[in-house]
Each structure stands twice: as C-alpha cells, then as structure tokens.
C-alpha cells in the first residue's frame, strides 16, 4: 500500500514579501537623504547661544585655509574668490529675491575675512545669518 503526502511542499520562492520589504527601504532613504544637508567643506564653528529659524537659501563658507565656497539652494558649493562673491550672490537674489544667505566661517578664519562678506551683503540688501554651532 502506497502512502500519499497530504502536502505538497512547493519549490517555489515567493518574492512578494521581498519586494514589499525593499519598497519600505527606499521609501525610508528617500525621506531621510532629504532631511541631510551633507557639508563636504570642514568648517569648526564657533559656539553660539541662539539658533535661527530661517531657512537660508544661500551658502557662503570660508574654511581655515580662507577659501571662500558658495552654493544656492541644494547646488554643490562652488570656490569664489571675494571678487566673484557679489556678482554670485546678486545672480541668486534675482533668482529668489527674498533669501536668506547663511556665513559658515571657521572659527580660525580673521574677522576681516568676515567682514568683507558681511559688507558685501550690506551694500547689496541681502538678509545674512552667521551660522555656529549649538550648545
């Protein structure tokens, strides 16, 4: 007499589960990629007390070596020379005239160094926010 499985085991593998397990993932890298702001340049901030609730648009960074880098928006930052500071920054207030533009200096860099951006942005109205870090 000859016995039969009530079960047939399947050798198949369904992939469902699978695909539903790597749609969350890149679900969740989508999210969290737009969240980080990544900062290639190495800039030690000084210590500041308050933090600013304005959204800068634009990114000036002066490193401890005094190169000056600036960006506009998501834009990978760019090397300028204070020279090509203005003209850049006038091109991205007729882009978005209501910006904000952020100074990320380090805390090595000369006050003059600062200054020079600072009166830059005065002479042409821009709103800046000097960037430190938190407690």
Known sequence: ????????????????????????????????????????????LPQGKQQTSAKPLTRVIIDKELRCYAAFGNEKERPLSIDELA??????????????????ADEAVPYREIVKVLNIANENKFKMVLATRGK
């Open 1 to 44: 007499m000859a016995l039969k499985r009530r079960a047939k085991i399947s050798p198949m593998f369904s992939m469902a589960s699978m695909t539903d397990l790597i749609f969350l993932l890149l679900i969740f890298f989508m999210i969290t990629s737009t969240m980080v702001s990544p900062n290639a340049i190495k800039v030690l």
């Open 87 to 104: 003209p850049f920054l006038q091109e991205c207030a007729a882009r978005e005239p209501e910006m904000y533009v952020a100074l990320y």
